[in-house]
């Protein structure tokens, strides 16, 4: 609660800060414009003083220049009028006489129509330079940014391509391994029995040699479900989809269930939208990941606590999500979360999220998480409504 105001005082706050790079070019204008004016009138000076000796009229163009080019088509227009008017008044005051007295208005007009044009074709320059300018950039950046992506995604298939080939060695690995092991169990279980044999002659020795093939059996159980889940998860069958009413399915499949939460003392509660529509999904699967969700849940309350299942509508998908109110999880449980093989269980294989990840992903879904320390964890999944719904 304290960051959230400091924050949106900063966001606000920032509102009122004056930009640097707009306020530099404002002053820029404003000393071009001074620097225009200056010039002209130093120019008309030197005009008047000289009596008209030195043909320095074309000059003027040189503060006009200036100041559209720096400062604007408003500014070039204003100097070139106070250029027009200087060499007007120089002309009257020091200039040579004219047969008519109109011959330096009308001199007068056409200098500030030549500055005129002069201005207006310097800027029209300038805006297309500009333009022009920042065309090239734009198609830069984004030439650029395309050879980033292909790049990246370049990498990315390179990658992919390793981890395939990895993964596939890794499956075929795992099962190579998981044929010696059932051979192991069963030896382990002949073992038990010539065992039994000797428990008359040597009672002591035999409980410890059943202890230690208890403990044996036991790992080689674990070696054996983790190979299962891998696996499941690097040859995940292809999904068999129909059209499925959430509610009816979810309904039925949370009764299996309910002995299991009422054995660890877990209150489910239940949030259906009574008018959604059905999705289009691997009926099995999903509910395979539903499964996993639930038992995570119930896992982080081992005192008992509160389940909630809901479903609704957001858009042209249905949410499904599945909340505890147990210990939550930390920020390296969030983050890796649906990395395979992390798990925080002692006897979990770091697959079960990965594979639920999967599952998703292959129904055009979406599975998020949101996790508080000490408050709980809600999970949920985006799935595309049926065809038609």
Wanted: contains cysteine; proline residues 4%.
């Amino acid at each position: 609660m304290n960051e959230n105001p400091n924050r949106l005082v900063k966001v606000c706050s920032s509102k009122f800060q004056v930009n640097p790079r707009g306020e530099f070019r404002a002053r820029s204008k404003v000393a071009a414009t001074a620097a225009a004016v200056t010039l002209a009138i130093v120019l008309g000076l030197v005009d008047y003083l000289t009596g008209r000796e030195w043909a320095i009229s074309a000059f003027y163009l040189l503060p006009t220049c200036f100041a559209g080019w720096v400062a604007g088509r408003s500014a070039g227009f204003a100097v070139g009028a106070l250029c027009t008017g200087v060499w007007f008044l120089s002309d009257i005051l020091g200039g040579p006489t004219y047969q008519h007295p109109l011959i330096p208005v009308w001199n007068a007009i056409m200098l500030f129509v030549f500055f005129f044009v002069v201005v207006w074709l310097l800027t029209a320059f300038r805006s297309s330079h500009y333009y022009l300018e920042q065309t090239v950039e734009r198609r830069t950046a984004a030439l650029r940014a395309e050879m980033e992506e292909r790049k990246r995604l370049e990498h990315a298939k390179l990658q992919a391509e390793r981890l395939a080939v990895v993964g596939s060695m890794a499956a075929q690995v795992a099962h190579e391994i998981r044929n010696p092991l059932g051979s192991i169990f069963l030896n382990l279980d002949l073992i038990g029995e010539e065992l039994n044999v000797f428990v008359n002659s040597n009672r002591r020795s035999a409980a410890e040699c059943q202890a230690l093939l208890r403990e044996m059996r036991s790992q080689v159980l674990r070696i054996r479900q983790v190979l299962q889940d891998y696996l499941r998860f690097a040859r995940m069958p292809k999904s068999e989809r129909a059209v499925v009413s959430l509610k009816g399915f979810l309904e039925e499949k949370l009764n299996f269930v309910q002995p299991l939460l009422d054995q660890r003392r877990v209150d489910l509660r239940k949030t259906f939208d009574p008018s959604l529509p059905p999705v289009y999904a691997d009926a099995e699967q999903l509910w395979e990941v539903l499964l996993n969700l639930i038992r995570n849940a119930v896992d982080a309350m081992p005192a008992g606590g509160n389940l909630t299942v809901s479903t609704k509508r957001n858009d042209a998908e249905v949410l499904v999500s599945v909340s505890d109110n147990g210990r939550g999880m930390t920020e390296e449980e969030a983050r890796n979360l649906f990395v395979p093989f992390f798990t925080t269980k002692s006897d979990g294989t770091g697959l079960g999220l990965a594979y639920a990840q999967q599952v998703i992903n292959e129904h055009g879904g979406k599975i998020d998480c949101a996790t508080a320390r000490g408050k709980g964890s809600t999970f949920s999944i985006q799935l595309p409504l049926a065809v038609g719904a």
